[in-house]
Antibody, heavy 123, light 107 residues
Framework: EVQLVESGGGLVQPGGSLRLSCVGSGFIFSDPYMDWVRQAPGKGPEWIGRIRNKVNSYTTEYVASVKGRFTILRDDSQNSLHLQMNSLKTEDTAVYYC??????????????WGQGTVVTVSS | DIQMTQSPSSLSASVGERITITCRAS??????LGWFQQKPGEAPKRLIY???NLQSGVPSRFSGSGSGTEFTLTISSLQPEDFATYYCLQHNSYPLTFGGGTKVGIK
């Protein structure tokens, strides 16, 4: 059974930093690209970024609103995905989800999601 | 960025009714589209992938169609557990973008 478990959320002041983590199980973690999606209170989901796999040199993509502030990393040896968030703004307040992205083995784009971790940016 | 325009933004329907939700892409996305259901306090759940393929475990009353710029999600006979918010997602090009959502309520 595919499982994704996020952690690391919390309350942070504007301008601060936070590092989220996601641990995956039940699949070959190193195979698919991995994505982060967030959802602000009362709003729809927003895709924020992706990290490709080793075959594709772990390259990344980001939505414009987080580019230069957020960094996605992965450690396939630990089945873990990370989201380093710097220069946080109040508008980054959201539930953050990790999910599977594209894979060459089946159609995995956002097929499984974690339970989410809450990030609140406030003074 | 590709804009996904979803309609209606909300609808009220009765159990047993057939409903259709539409998503229109601002440019062609082939069939690189998924449909998601979200209930309050839960993560979105994928229902349909590649525009018309039913996710394993999802009831057959859900179906998707379309290609290019016009897509539809149909629920053939609405059940009590289907009252939720539905989103489309395009993954043809970066950034991936969601539609604005359709809240399905009880009439």
């Amino acid at each position: 059974e595919v499982q994704l478990v996020e952690s690391g959320g919390g309350l942070v002041q504007p301008g601060g930093s936070l590092r989220l983590s996601c641990v995956g199980s039940g699949f070959i973690f190193s195979d698919p690209y991995m994505d982060w999606v967030r959802q602000a209170p009362g709003k729809g989901p927003e895709w924020i970024g992706r990290i490709r796999n080793k075959v594709n040199s772990y390259t990344t993509e980001y939505v414009a609103s987080v580019k230069g502030r957020f960094t996605i990393l992965r450690d396939d040896s630990q089945n873990s995905l990370h989201l380093q968030m710097n220069s946080l703004k109040t508008e980054d307040t959201a539930v953050y989800y990790c999910s599977r992205g594209y894979s060459t083995v089946g159609s995995t784009t956002l097929d499984y999601w974690g339970q989410g971790t809450v990030v609140t940016v406030s003074s | 960025d590709i804009q996904m325009t979803q309609s209606p933004s909300s609808l009220s329907a009765s159990v047993g009714e057939r409903i259709t939700i539409t998503c229109r892409a601002s440019q062609g996305i082939r069939n690189d589209l998924g449909w998601f259901q979200q209930k309050p306090g839960e993560a979105p759940k994928r229902l349909i992938y590649a525009a018309s393929n039913l996710q394993s475990g999802v009831p057959s009353r859900f179906s998707g169609s379309g290609s290019g710029t016009e897509f539809t999600l149909t629920i053939s006979s609405l059940q009590p557990e289907d009252f939720a918010t539905y989103y489309c997602l395009q993954h043809n090009s970066y950034p991936l973008t969601f539609g604005g959502g359709t809240k399905v309520g009880i009439k």
